[in-house]
């Protein structure tokens, strides 16, 4: 299973580091991402770190601003986001994908709509004020 959080409400330009804690499965052999649904809108992937080294995944939108990076002892995936906008405020879901066969798992299906996850966690509410 997944469990985020590190949530909140924070003022635009603030910061917020959200962590997504893995148990159950192998940790190190799915790639690991975000996905955020604000109101009234379709869910979006948002970033991704594969299990492979350097393989990471981000929306044009947060490009400059969150980075991704998990910790393989702590079974854990961050994600750090600077400079924040309104229009990051949403629902913040982390999940899990691998795929049998594949020794490094690709973070191109985290750019895709939020489908054939194998794991997902509960969200954490990220609300940013103007």
């Known amino acids: 299973q997944l469990q985020a959080s590190g949530g909140g409400l924070v003022q635009a330009g603030g910061s917020l580091r959200l962590s997504c804690a893995a148990s159950?499965?192998?940790?190190?052999?799915?790639?690991i991402g975000w996905f955020r649904q604000a109101p009234g809108k379709e869910r979006e992937g948002v970033s991704c770190i594969s299990n492979g080294v350097g393989n990471t995944y981000y929306r044009d939108s947060v490009k400059g601003r969150f980075t991704v990076s998990r910790d393989r002892a702590k079974n854990t995936v961050y994600l750090q986001m600077n400079s924040l906008k309104p229009e990051d405020t949403a629902v913040y879901f982390c999940?899990?994908?691998?795929?049998?066969?594949?020794?490094?798992?690709?973070?191109?299906?985290?750019?895709?709509?939020?489908?054939?996850?194998?794991?997902w966690g509960k969200g954490t509410q990220v609300t940013v004020s103007s």
């Open positions: 159950g499965f192998a940790f190190d052999d799915y790639a």
């Open positions: 999940a899990a994908k691998t795929f049998r066969g594949l020794l490094i798992i690709p973070c191109t299906i985290f750019g895709g709509p939020p489908v054939g996850m194998d794991y």
